[in-house]
């Protein structure tokens, strides 16, 4: 079966300001490659600042990326033009990590969900309304909450309003950024069970970034964990967690609190001067780790 996403090699560079007046750059992503399965929930983890977030928006060309190849439904993205990248928009969104900046506080709510709808030129304004309507019902909002602004709502009612704006365009694949990050936990649970049912009713095919490994664990039915901007295991999420293969992975999973009677569980420490960057390879069936 042919992927929905193929990401091949994907590098990214930023200029990390002038040494000897040189130009430094820092590789953000580094050869990065994945795919991702129609219908499937793809995570990739990894601690603050190892690329998992730069990948994603790499992924929709948020950020332009400095090389690889990037195939949607066997499209090349890095090769649109603008007005292309425009159009294919309509088949991939994002949720972004911050309810609270990611919505344009001089917007009511139902103006936010309509956007995209007004800018693809989607529907006569009754339609758009209508649609806005159903959007709202179908991420557990109240039909007036269409005429309050941001802050007037929690962060978990303001993350429902990112998903029905990501889901107007009725988009294949959603980059789930850190959805939950930013909430309280019992707020937590109520938007991860939403991002399911939506997936169970849409089809959809999510793209989840996250640093909670125990979400990831629960949600995603792949993992990619990712280090300095290379995937250094990736692999069946339950494998992944269960048979480790990579030091890092170990270590990582290691910082995860778990219950224990008679004693503390082992942290393990993975001295970063030691990694290598070394190709995956397969350890077991569909398990590969840079090794």
Do not use: W
């Amino acid at each position: 079966m042919t992927p929905l996403l193929s990401v091949t090699g994907l590098v990214k560079e930023f200029s990390s300001g002038r040494l000897f007046g040189r130009s430094t750059p820092v590789r953000a992503v580094d050869e990065v490659s994945f795919t991702v399965d129609e219908g499937e929930t793809f995570g990739l983890v990894g601690e603050s600042g190892s690329g998992k977030t730069t990948t994603g928006r790499c992924v929709l060309r948020l950020i332009e990326p400095t090389a690889g190849e990037v195939v949607f439904k066997g499209l090349d993205v890095r090769a649109l033009t603008q007005p292309d990248l425009r159009r294919a928009r309509r088949h991939f969104q994002i949720v972004f990590q911050d309810p609270y900046s990611s919505l344009n506080p001089r917007l009511k709510a139902g103006q936010i969900v309509e956007e995209p709808l007004v800018v693809h030129g989607v529907g006569t304004a009754a339609e758009r309304r209508e649609r806005v309507q159903r959007l709202f019902e179908l991420v557990g909002l109240e039909q007036a909450a269409a005429a309050k602004y941001p802050h007037e709502f929690s962060g978990g009612q303001r993350q429902r309003i990112g998903l029905a704006r990501a889901l107007a365009l009725e988009p294949s694949l959603i980059v789930a950024d850190e959805p939950v990050s930013a909430l309280d936990v019992s707020v937590q649970a109520q938007v991860v069970n939403l991002l399911l049912d939506l997936q169970q009713e849409l089809g959809l095919t999510y793209l989840f970034i996250s640093h909670d490994l125990r979400l990831v664990r629960q949600v995603c039915r792949r993992i990619a964990v990712m280090f300095k901007g290379r995937i250094v295991e990736l692999g069946p999420a339950d494998r992944v967690f269960t048979e480790p293969a990579h030091e890092y992975t170990r270590a990582l999973l290691s910082a995860v609190p778990v219950l224990t009677l008679g004693g503390r569980a082992e942290r393990l420490v993975y001295d970063s001067r030691r990694f290598e960057r070394l190709p995956l390879r397969e350890v077991a069936p569909g398990h590969l780790a840079a090794i």
